[in-house]
């Protein structure tokens, strides 16, 4: 019971911690979803594969996903 309430805390911690990081942000938008962002993720510089968007660019070139 002990390592079930404190996983459930540890997990509640980490949605109230998402959720202050929403609030706080402009328009409650992430930054960077793109896997392309990530240098770690995309070592060779590929586009985007859900909005082809490059690394070096900002934007996502989805228009749906701009609108969100």
């Known amino acids: 019971m002990k390592l079930f309430l404190i996983t459930f805390g540890l997990i509640a911690l980490a949605f109230a911690g998402i959720a202050i990081k929403i609030l706080v942000k402009k328009n409650g938008e992430f930054a960077g979803t793109c896997a392309s962002q990530s240098p770690f ?11 082809g968007k490059l690394p070096e660019e900002q934007d996502c070139k989805n228009p749906e996903m701009a609108k969100s």
Request: net charge negative.
């Open 41 to 51: 993720l995309n070592k060779e510089n590929e586009p985007c594969g859900f909005c």
